[in-house]
């Protein structure tokens, strides 16, 4: 059974590559980072069809299916094509040649292992290359403002800047796929060819990418775009990952950073002097008020009246309105802030109100054009920022590749991921995707709010736990507004202590049936004209 599983296995030829392998990487120690992966399985279970290719291969993951092998024809178009726009002296195989001497820096950014030779490695990129910058060059020609490049009639119909084609959107969501990336490094080598200069190819390069990036991106950023660098990306799925989810900048301003925190710190200390001067009779009145002694006086008449028989039901729902405040400061006392700190909290305890239920609160949204560290709420207006986020027949395939390539890439924090989880908490239903469309923070390009709602709620799966601080403290904030407005905890009442609770229905019903006995004898022994003194006319 062994052997006739393994039937085209060569053993020899096996040997020859791993022997071959280790030779090279005694001669080239090179420490280049796998950037390529193969999707989490618990990712690909939920929608498969968001990270397998459809349309087109790119790179060595999907090139042998048989589905996606008709679109060599078009490959093969590209590649004759690039060579008629390579200098004469060159030919297509000297590409070939270069990428060959490329071979173990492309494994080397493969997760999977590639079982084939150099030489196919070498022409499978050079071919895909060529396709790939062919369909790419209308989005450096609208950077630029230029007209658009020529498009061989061969791929006419697959090429369209306004995205009206399905083969165009098709190809698209297969090139964003983290299974189908392409190392940067083979665009710029292939460009070079082209152009005979490295710098003139990373214009280029990088001019494709950004018109590529907004053409894919949810969100509007241009002030991000420009502090990416072409050189540092390892494939486009993490120039456009480094665009959404930027690192916050730490070494360049750290001098300014300490300057600002030492200002902040004096000018701190000053208002605090100041308000203790102002604040000194009412800091007294409070000491006071919450002293034990103060305490115990106002408790006494509870205690006292919730130890009655059939009294006992009212003393929870007294607690909750009156001394729910001074358990929750309590509480940190008691608790280790450093444990909630350094926990990473589960998807299921992101516990948020959704939008409507905000909404109804007071709070207010307001869109932001950046990426998602401009997510923010604001206390004394009571505003959550959010940023503009534009859902198109792309995006899901797009979030979901982010989501997964941040699972296998990111030693830190899942920013990405925890900006899903977030949209997944407050979008609940269409009328939430509604509220945040007028809002301005969602531009809808799909059919209705309805699948805007469904977009977010499949965003549920995350592959490992993490804690992002400044979402948990926006989050934090948000849930501590929410449960503070009256209205909320009136209405929590009447739900846990009225709705909720059969003892004291029963109760109430109870007393006034009493009532109603005792007022009947009343009435029976004193007679009803007689205790209001009626007298007949």
């Not at 178009?77 to 390579?86: E, F, G, N, P, V």
């Not at 070939?96 to 990129?125: P, S």
């Not at 948990?472 to 009447?494: A, H, S, T």
């Not at 059969?502 to 009493?514: G, Q």
């Amino acid at each position: 059974m062994f052997s006739s599983s393994n039937s085209n296995f060569d053993e020899h030829r096996w040997v020859i590559q791993m022997r071959r392998s280790l030779d090279e990487e005694l001669e080239e120690d090179t420490d280049i980072p796998v950037s390529i992966f193969n999707v989490p399985k618990s990712l690909l279970a939920s929608d498969p069809d968001s990270y397998t290719p459809q349309q087109v291969a790119l790179g060595p993951y999907h090139h042998w299916r048989p589905e996606l092998y008709e679109m060599e024809r078009y490959k093969i178009a590209a590649a004759k094509r690039t060579q008629k726009q390579l200098h004469q002296t060159i030919k297509f195989q000297h590409l070939v040649d270069q990428l060959t001497k490329l071979e173990l820096r492309i494994r080397a950014c493969y997760h999977k292992y590639l079982d084939f030779n150099g030489e196919t490695l070498a022409w499978m990129m050079a071919v895909d290359t060529s396709f790939l910058l062919e369909f790419l060059q209308i989005y450096g020609a609208v950077k630029e403002g230029k007209a658009l490049a020529r498009v061989s009639s061969r791929m006419s119909h697959l090429v369209d800047v306004a995205g009206r084609k399905s083969a165009h959107n098709s190809i698209l969501k297969d090139l964003v796929m983290l299974e189908n990336q392409i190392p940067l490094f083979l665009l710029r080598k292939t460009l070079e060819f082209q152009f005979s200069s490295l710098e003139l190819a990373d214009n280029v390069l990088f001019s494709i990418l950004i018109g590529l990036c907004k053409e894919l991106s949810p969100f509007k950023m241009m002030d991000e775009l420009a502090n990416v660098r072409v050189s540092e990306c390892s494939h486009f799925l993490d120039f456009l990952y480094r665009v959404i989810a930027p690192e916050p900048k730490q070494n360049s301003e750290a001098t300014e950073r300490d300057d600002e925190q030492v200002e902040a710190v004096e000018g701190q200390k000053q208002r605090k002097f100041a308000l203790k001067l102002n604040k000194r009779p009412i800091l007294f009145l409070k000491r006071v008020i919450i002293s034990k002694p103060v305490k115990v006086i106002l408790k006494l008449p509870l205690m006292i009246i919730s130890n009655l028989p059939g009294f006992k039901l009212l003393k929870k729902p007294v607690e909750y309105f009156f001394f729910t405040e001074e358990k929750e400061e309590i509480k940190p006392e008691n608790s280790s802030s450093n444990d909630s700190i350094s926990k990473p909290p589960l998807f299921e305890e992101i516990t948020i109100p959704s939008v409507t239920e905000l909404s109804e609160a007071g709070l207010r949204f307001l869109p932001t054009n950046g990426s998602i560290l401009t997510v923010g709420f604001d206390i004394p207006t009571s505003t959550l920022y959010l940023p503009a986020v534009s859902l198109e027949v792309n995006t899901e395939v797009v979030v979901r590749n982010l989501v997964a390539y941040e699972a296998c890439n990111a030693s830190g924090p899942l920013v990405f991921t925890r900006y899903t989880e977030l949209m997944n908490g407050i979008v609940d239903s269409e009328d939430d995707a509604r509220l945040l469309r007028e809002a301005g923070i969602i531009l809808n390009r799909l059919k209705s709010d309805g699948e805007v709602a469904e977009f977010w709620n499949g965003m549920s799966k995350s592959v490992r736990l993490t804690k992002v601080a400044f979402l948990d403290k926006v989050v934090e904030d948000v849930n501590r507004y929410y449960n503070g407005r009256w209205r909320i905890r009136i209405g929590r009442f009447m739900k846990m202590y009225v709705f909720g609770s059969w003892r004291l229905l029963t109760l109430l019903a109870a007393v006034l049936i009493l009532f109603l006995m005792s007022l009947q004898a009343f009435w029976s022994v004193y007679g009803c004209a007689r205790a209001f003194r009626f007298r007949a006319v």
